[in-house]
Nanobody
């Protein structure tokens, strides 16, 4: 059974930082590219960023580029999202996704991030 479990969300003030984690089980983690998505209330889910299976390449949405960083530890089957200089518009539920080639992706259940004073 495949599980992706996000953690690390919470309430943070504008300008603050959070680090999200996504722990995977039931897959050969190093075979999967990992992505972070987010969905704000009333909006569609959007891609935040992606990291390749070996971790050698990353790419980010323009809105978070330079503030967020994705990393992974294949020995721990975990992908991370470091979020700095948080803004109110970063408030959303954050999801991790695992995908291998053209196969159907796996999703986590999401973790809430709220940026508010």
């Amino acid at each position: 059974q495949v599980q992706l479990v996000e953690s690390g969300g919470g309430l943070v003030q504008p300008g603050g930082s959070l680090r999200l984690s996504c722990a995977a089980s039931g897959i050969i983690f190093r075979w999967y590219a990992m992505s972070w998505y987010r969905q704000a209330p009333g909006k569609e889910r959007e891609l935040v960023g992606r990291i390749s299976s070996a971790g050698e390449s990353t790419n980010y949405a323009i809105s978070v580029n330079g503030r967020f960083a994705i990393s992974r530890d294949n020995a721990k089957n975990t992908v991370y999202l470091q979020m700095n200089s948080l803004k109110s518009e970063d408030t959303a539920v954050y999801y991790c996704r695992a995908q291998r080639d053209s196969l159907a992706p796996y999703w986590g259940q999401g973790t809430q991030v709220t940026v508010s004073a």
